[in-house]
Structures are given as structure tokens and as C-alpha cells.
């Protein structure tokens, strides 16, 4: 007797992701900057979602011309058209720590008490000072 096997699809093949906007270039004018903001408040009004890839359609809306927008498995990208180098992408904050332009990379952060690499332990960065009694 042969039994046919069932495949159940699965309801949602994705796991949670919170989406933000990490802007890695400065605007280059004012109406960019406008438009940048803009993506935003999108971005942010919509941060929980399956697939971030479904956001590249606002994104691409939201800029106009200009921009070349894609998308990877889990992030969209923006690029000015005829650059290299991207200028934006959304991705899931669960996943990812991209900056925006204006913020200090983790290798120029000053190593204080509240430094993250000395609360993380992240292997090269400084090691925080005994507290306590001796």
C-alpha cells in the first residue's frame, strides 16, 4: 500500500524582522534630504515585517529618479544613480548594525566606562578597569 506524502506549506517562511533606515552618505542637497526623511518615516512606520524586501517599492517611490534601488534576501539597498558606493539601506535591526553617516564607527568610539566594546568584552578592545575593593 503506498501513502502519498503531503508537503504542507509553511504560513510564514521568514522570521520577525524590525526594519530601519541606515543613511551612509551625506545628502547631497537639501530636496535629498527631504527625500531621505521622508524614507524614514516610511521605514519607521512600517518596522515589523516578514519580508524587508516588500518595502522596495516604497522605497523607490518615496526617491524617484535618480536612485537605483535593489534588494538582497533581507535588505534593500540604495545607490545615486551612476555611483558605486550606497548611500542608504534598509535593513533588520535584529540582524544588522549598519550607521549613519554622521555616527562614529565602533573602532572611533573613546574608550570610557560606558563604551560598548568594554561592556561587550569584543575581543581588541580595551579591557575596563577593576571596580571594587582591592
Not at 73 to 81: G, I, K, Q
Not at 93 to 108: M, V
Request: charge should be positive; hydrophobic fraction near 40%; include cysteine.
Amino acid at each position: 500500500m503506498t501513502q502519498s506524502l503531503k508537503s504542507v506549506p509553511l504560513a510564514n517562511p521568514f522570521p520577525p524582522q524590525q526594519a530601519y533606515l541606515a543613511i551612509e552618505q551625506k545628502p547631497a542637497d537639501a530636496a535629498e534630504k527631504r527625500r531621505l526623511e521622508a524614507l524614514r518615516r516610511h521605514v519607521q512606520a512600517h518596522t515589523h515585517t516578514t519580508d524587508l524586501r516588500g518595502l522596495a517599492g516604497a522605497v523607490k517611490k518615496l526617491l524617484g529618479t535618480g536612485y537605483e534601488v535593489g534588494c538582497g534576501s533581507a535588505h534593500v539597498w540604495v545607490l545615486r544613480a551612476g555611483e558605486t558606493e550606497r548611500l542608504a539601506i534598509v535593513a533588520d535591526r535584529l540582524t544588522t548594525a549598519y550607521r549613519d553617516w554622521f555616527e562614529p564607527s565602533l573602532g572611533q568610539t573613546p574608550a570610557t566606562s560606558r563604551s560598548p566594546n568594554r561592556r561587550l568584552g569584543i575581543p581588541g578592545a580595551p579591557l575596563a578597569p577593576a571596580v571594587g575593593p582591592a
